[in-house]
């Protein structure tokens, strides 16, 4: 959940939540959050703020971040909004460093955790206020471009720089879910296209994207020509490793089968990918569909519990889950039971944000 200062920041992920100044028990509350803990997440915010133990501006305001995302996390958003709306405007000359030169010498910049920005623009979506959202999420985008254009003026602020662009990214993405969602497809295209032209136009990660979205308008051709690219000049660019490259290389040709129907050919490619990463749970959860379109149900189940078995950090989501769930309906009479002892491993091991309604049980 860091903060916009202007000190160089080297977290990887758009929502990091390593923060550039040490808050009170800090550790904790990033361990919990981890874990999935978001009830104990916001019991260790209630007690720190009812014992008076926050004592700097930016204490308060990364508190209040873990709250409103735990409480996200929970899908009680009207109390996630209720935690938004006790801010002022987040460009408050209050929520800056330089206005508390006491505490904070020589700092300057923003002290609101980025994860609050992106909050305020998802949470009245979550509300069903779509459109106020959405302008949000582009008022986001501009603000976070405007960081890039300012920390690409200034060559020492390199790894800064990288961040930003991780959250162009992510803004978008979050922006494209939204547009997809209603089915608003030309706005997704010229999101990535525009986005691919900021970029060399190279990232595997996000001509893949480019390929999926032009699977879903029937643009199979399309389709094609991104992925073709993919394998033939991403080798090299983007964050991927050898590993993550070839899996990407080979979903995409498995999902160009999936598409013809070729779900043979399908399994082979996703058999490659599991092979390399056992822990590739699109793979795994997309080998098991193919073989229930194959109509090999016995097999498929038993895809899909071997990767809850092993890898269960990883594989427990509610795609992988529902689409269990849909198996165990169509293979088996007291598929009620065997549901029901499902749920109960899930109520066990899932983190607090799990959805467990998704086994129908």
Request: aromatic letters at 8%; glycine letters at 4%.
């Amino acid at each position: 959940m860091d903060s916009e200062s202007e000190v160089p920041d080297s977290q990887p992920h758009p929502l990091s939540s390593q923060t550039v100044d040490a808050c009170h028990d800090m550790n904790s509350l990033e361990d919990l959050a981890n874990r999935g803990a978001w009830r104990s997440v916001i019991d260790k915010v209630s007690r720190a703020r009812a014992l008076s133990l926050l004592h700097k501006p930016h204490d308060h305001l990364t508190y209040l971040a873990f709250n409103a995302l735990a409480f996200t996390k929970l899908r009680r958003f009207n109390e996630a909004s209720a935690e938004l709306d006790s801010l002022e405007d987040l460009d408050s000359s209050h929520y800056r460093y330089e206005t508390y030169p006491k505490i904070y010498p020589n700092r300057v910049g923003s002290m609101v955790p980025f994860s609050l920005r992106w909050l305020h623009a998802l949470i009245p979506i979550k509300l069903g206020q779509r459109q106020q959202g959405m302008d949000r999420f582009y008022t986001l985008l501009d603000f976070v471009r405007g960081k890039i254009r300012e920390k690409g003026e200034n060559n020492n602020l390199g790894v800064s720089l990288k961040l930003w662009r991780k959250r162009e990214v992510f803004v978008v993405n979050c922006i494209i879910g939204h547009h997809l969602s209603q089915k608003e497809f030309g706005v997704c295209l010229s999101l990535m296209k525009e986005l691919l032209s900021r970029d060399d136009g190279s990232d595997p990660l996000l001509v893949s994207q480019l390929g999926y979205m032009q699977l879903q308008i029937g643009d199979l051709e399309g389709a094609k020509v991104s992925f073709l690219k993919v394998e033939s000049e991403g080798k090299n660019n983007g964050s991927l490793n050898e590993v993550e490259f070839k899996n990407l290389v080979n979903r995409n040709k498995a999902l160009v089968y999936l598409v013809g129907k070729d779900y043979v050919s399908a399994v082979r490619e996703y058999e490659e990918c599991i092979e390399r990463d056992s822990a590739d749970v699109v793979a795994v959860n997309n080998k098991a569909l193919c073989l229930m379109y194959l109509r090999d149900l016995s097999d498929s189940i038993k895809v899909l519990e071997s990767a809850l078995e092993r890898v269960p950090t990883v594989a427990l989501n509610e795609t992988l889950v529902v689409n269990l769930c849909s198996m165990y309906e169509l293979a088996y009479v007291n598929h009620s039971d065997i549901k029901r002892t499902l749920s109960n491993w899930i109520a066990r091991v899932a983190p607090d944000d799990f959805d467990a309604s998704c086994t129908r049980t």
